[in-house]
């Protein structure tokens, strides 16, 4: 038993494997993080102008008033305001110390 112990002590055949594995998959972990980072700032920017476009349209309407026989009836407008955050570029990325223009 105790041979066959020391035998498997001193084996390093696996270790160059190893090395190579754990160097490969920290390589490929660091460039799905950088990825990821990037696909989800994308993410936030299309519906950004996803928002925006919702925003941009014009909700107004206005229907004429009509006059007949001893009868007329009067017309209706509604006007849409700008509201809040409307404009392109209102969304920014808040970095981790909570202030603006960081990056995640």
Known sequence: MTTLFTALMNDEAGFIVSAELVLVS?????????????????????LEDVGSAFGAMNQSYCLKGVMGHQASVSGGEFRDNTDFCDNTGDIQPVNSHGGEGGSY
Not at 28 to 39: P, Q
């Open 26 to 46: 920290s390589i490929a972990v660091l460039g799905m993080v950088v990825g990821l980072s990037e696909v989800a700032l994308n993410v936030n920017e299309e």
